[in-house]
């Protein structure tokens, strides 16, 4: 028996596994995942299909063991992600199912392919999907769905993600050949972590699957093209953002910069760079960052596009946010879901006020960090009115 640390669906996961455990016994028996189907068990089927580190793996022909260290998500994990609820939406409104035994593989792959195919092409989404079998529908249905999402995400001005954070091609959860580590397991890749700059380079910002996406959207009083050249001026984005410092001369495409949030007890400085998308067309853009907290050894990359929607017969904007991001190292540990969540509407909503105060002339109030505290008492406060109008003694 090995030990075997990993990560699954965003919990830290302690256990002793035979070196000949495949993943998916080793999800199903341990940690009664059960969403992880099995077919063939020999990697022909793609029931088995799951996400190691961010990218679809046949758990059935992966160790455990080669898993050490890895981000395992299945798809109980996908339960709040945006794609794969649309997705399924998409296979029901299709008819894309029967008997659901293939569609736990089929709905990751097929995540997978909205991500990074820049168009519904039907033979790119059948050759893509080629490695997942059903034995129910055909796939007309499954290809229609897929189709569906993909034209509606790129309409949202979605766009795609080059490759879908691959940096490479190579099996999961092998570690793409990286060293072994000393216990025998290989040590699987981290995707598209950021990169320590060397000395005077430019941190480089690649492009990345997020493992979580979140939409927000809010209203401004002024017409979407004033929005929009103000979005293009960073300095003035920085002075509206909480917590955002530039610690250098921005270009139109390209700042960097600080970001602090504190969150009860912890507080992070993540120190970074953004890259910028702009398409004045269609009033919509694209901010895909990365940054490091030293502190406290995290790591995070954020991918936002945004779209700008005339209200009112073009006197004032609907800002629509799609977020994708992803956390590693201590802060990911701590940091649960729903809290990011409610630290990027509270972020959101402090943007939204003081882009309004800009876009006006006024001075701005502009707190130093996003204080996660009185977020936290905010959370508590909502949690407890929504119990005590539960109860019925209240
Ligand atoms: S069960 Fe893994 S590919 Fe068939
Ligand atoms: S829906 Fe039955 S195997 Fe695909």
Redesign the pocket.
């Known amino acids: 028996m090995t030990t075997v640390s990993l990560t699954v669906n965003g919990r830290a996961v302690d256990r002793p596994v035979h070196p000949r455990t495949h993943l998916?016994d080793f999800l199903r028996e341990q940690l009664d995942l059960t969403g992880t189907h099995?077919?063939?068990?020999?990697?022909?089927?793609?029931?088995?299909t799951l996400l190691v580190d961010g990218m679809p793996a046949?758990?059935?022909?992966t160790f455990a063991a080669a898993c050490d260290g890895a981000y395992v998500t299945t798809i109980e994990g996908l339960d709040d992600d945006e794609i794969a609820a649309e997705l399924r939406a998409a296979f029901s409104r299709e008819h894309a199912l029967q008997c659901g035994y293939c569609t736990p593989g089929m709905l990751i792959s097929a995540r997978d392919l909205v991500l990074r195919l820049e168009t519904s092409d039907e033979r790119a989404i059948r050759v893509g999907m080629s490695g997942n079998l059903c034995r129910c529908t055909g796939y007309v249905g499954i290809v229609r769905a897929i189709r569906s999402v993909i034209d509606a995400r790129r309409a949202r001005g979605i766009a795609p993600v080059p490759g879908a954070g691959r940096r490479e091609l190579g099996p999961v959860g092998s570690g793409n050949g990286a060293p072994s580590t000393s216990s025998g397991a290989a040590r699987p890749v981290v995707p598209a972590a950021p990169e320590q700059p060397k000395d005077g380079a430019a941190l480089p910002i690649p492009d990345f699957t997020p493992d979580k996406n979140l939409d927000e959207a809010f209203t401004v009083a002024f017409p979407p093209e004033k929005v929009f050249t103000l979005f293009g001026d960073l300095k003035r984005v920085a002075t509206c953002l909480p917590g955002a410092t530039l610690t250098a001369a921005p270009s139109p495409d390209r700042a960097e910069g600080l970001i602090s949030v504190k969150l009860g007890p912890i507080a992070a400085s993540f120190r970074g760079a953004v890259r910028i998308e702009r398409d004045p067309s269609t009033l919509s853009g694209r901010i895909i960052g990365i940054g490091n907290d030293q502190r406290s050894r995290s790591t995070t990359q954020g991918d936002i596009c945004y779209r700008l929607r005339p209200l009112d017969g073009g006197a004032s904007t609907r800002v629509e946010l799609s977020i994708g991001y992803s956390l590693r190292g201590f802060l990911a540990q701590v940091a649960r879901e729903g809290l990011v969540r409610d630290l990027a509407k509270r972020l959101t909503a402090e943007f939204a006020g003081n882009l309004g105060a800009s876009l006006s002339g006024a001075a701005l109030a502009r707190p130093k960090q996003l204080n996660g505290l009185a977020l936290a008492f905010d959370i508590l406060k909502t949690a407890l009115s929504k119990a005590l109008r539960r109860d019925p003694r209240s």
């Open positions: 998916a099995l077919g063939c068990e020999h990697g022909v089927c793609g029931a088995c046949r758990s059935c022909i």
